[in-house]
């Protein structure tokens, strides 16, 4: 199975940029880099995904690194809403839809 | 209303019962999953399914059996629950897409199920 690499637990302060890392060293060509988040008592939800460019939405960017090896999510001002779990996944190839979940970064926003 | 819904929200059953988890979606997804959580950890898959006819194990299917109803619907059964299945069941859905894409998955909001 893929795997990733992530910090346990990463803490912000409100209204400031929140840079959570995660490192995926054994990606090949074809596989996506997925972040999920997950907030207290609910299910996962979809942050971000991305292949070799870097990607915004309204929620996040993502910035993969020029070899593929690390990637890093971006949340540009972060509120008391965005603590939670924070999931990179690296899916393969052909098999995007299987992703498999590590432990994640638990992010900690003080007010 | 939620896209994805999950019965029963709260279970406790006892060793040796046969317990059924159901789920249903209304985004008219064609792929749908069920993940189990242990505390602290990750999500596991325990099983998932392309469509109606296609039904395949994920990491941990030992001790469970699903049945896809129709498109909308995904049940899972544990024949005879366990303790070591007490657990936190996640139901999802996603759409085939285009091959290669990033096939977002939509979870439901959970099942705290509780073998004693």
């Known amino acids: 199975d893929a795997k990733t690499t992530q910090p346990n637990s990463m803490e912000s302060n409100e209204e400031e940029p929140v840079h959570l890392p995660c490192n995926h060293s054994?990606?090949?060509?074809?596989?996506?880099i997925h972040w999920y988040r997950q907030l207290p008592s609910q299910g996962p939800e979809y942050v971000i995904h991305?292949?070799?460019s870097n990607v915004n939405n309204r929620m996040a960017s993502l910035a993969i690194a020029e070899d593929r090896k690390s990637s890093t999510l971006i949340l540009h001002r972060a509120t008391l809403r965005d603590a939670a779990v924070y999931y990179c996944i690296q899916s393969s190839g052909g098999s995007n839809y299987k992703l498999t979940f590590g432990k994640g970064t638990l992010l900690t926003v003080n007010p | 209303d939620a896209d994805v819904t999950q019965t029963p929200r709260n279970r406790i059953t006892k060793t040796g019962k046969r317990i059924m988890l159901e789920c249903s979606q209304t985004?008219?997804?064609?792929?749908m999953y069920w993940y189990r959580q242990d505390p602290g950890l990750g999500l596991r898959l325990i099983y998932y399914?392309?469509?109606?006819?296609?039904?395949n194990k994920g990491e941990i299917s030992d001790g469970y059996s699903v049945s896809r109803q129709a498109q909308a619907k995904f049940s899972l059964s544990l024949e005879s629950a366990i303790p070591n299945q007490t657990a936190l069941y996640f139901c999802?859905?996603?759409?085939?897409?285009?091959?290669?894409?990033?096939?977002?998955?939509?979870f439901g909001p959970g099942t705290r199920l509780t073998v004693l």
């Open positions: 985004k008219g997804h064609d792929r």
């Open positions: 054994t990606i090949s060509g074809t596989d996506y």
């Open positions: 999802a859905t996603s759409d085939s897409g285009l091959a290669g894409a990033g096939n977002e998955q939509f």
């Open positions: 991305g292949l070799t």
């Open positions: 399914s392309f469509d109606v006819k296609d039904i």
